[in-house]
């Protein structure tokens, strides 16, 4: 595109909240055939909420609280910060009032699987069933039942052992953004298709797939992971824009043809990406590969 071209084009963005950063950026947007969506902040609304809470094995619920309380206190994941929340609130309405033991020691983060440490002489794990698996906690019909219900009404469950014991869960639900399906649709009647990728697991990642009409979808990725899958993607000869809020897909950002930041929220993201969604609205990606087809139609 000419320089006026550019200038015009990213100008016209800019007054719509979309930011284009530089030339490459608007002519690589008309190009994408495939749009590659984060889940998590990206197509929900970022903000998760426990609907219910069980308990599996004898523990009282007041300790199974404090311990939870304890460990994910540490955390910095949206999901640990709705879990606390919760396990205050229960253990309140149950009449405690005392003190929490919140002393943690060995503390430790475990990326997109959850947290563990030692309260007391108990040793505690709260996280998805990938990290039961990796510390060989064994999970009963019980447990598989309640992870397998909740995971197709599309909620991501917290699992808590205690001494290497499935003590409890959390039920999680963070839900879909009302305008994310017809995004979808939009850019189905533009000739593009689209994909998730989470770090989530594949049974939470599918309901939320189905629900905004999503129809692949990768799961369980890391950060890199989801780099990964956009290469895969590139080989396979098509060009891919990145849908993210930043939060754990900045290397996707990076990867992608088209990087797209949504929320002007996460320095990273606005540090990755080739475009700015300012207004945080996903029909924006739609807006910003209009914009780019219209400049560079009008350029041939
Ligand atoms: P996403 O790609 O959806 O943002 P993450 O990579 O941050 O997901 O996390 C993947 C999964 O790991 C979460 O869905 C959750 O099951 C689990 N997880 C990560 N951190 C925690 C935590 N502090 N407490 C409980 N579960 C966690
Ligand atoms: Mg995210």
Redesign the pocket.
Known sequence: ATPTAVMVATGKGASLGVLIKGGNALENAHKVKTVVF????TLTVGKPAVVSAVLFSDVSMEDFCDMTIAA?TN???P??KA?VEHAKMFRQNNGSHNDLFTEVKDFK???????SGKIGERAIL???K??MHLSSVPLGIEVDKYVSENENLAR???LVAIEGRAAGAFAVTDPVKPGAALVISHLRSMGISSVM?????LS?ATAIANQVGIDKVFA????LG?ADKIKELQLQGTSVAMVGDG???SPALVAADVGMAIGAGTDVAIEAADIVLMKSNLEDVVTAIDLSRKTMSRIR
Not at 38 to 41: A, F, L, N, V
Not at 109 to 115: L, M, S
Not at 197 to 201: A, K, L, R, S
């Open positions: 984060d889940k998590t902040g994910e955390s910095e994941h999901i640990a879990v983060v475990h990326p997109g699987a959850g947290v709260v996280g998805n990938r990290l991501t469950c917290v990728v989470t770090g989530d697991n939470t369980e990725t890391d950060p989801k939060i754990n897909d």
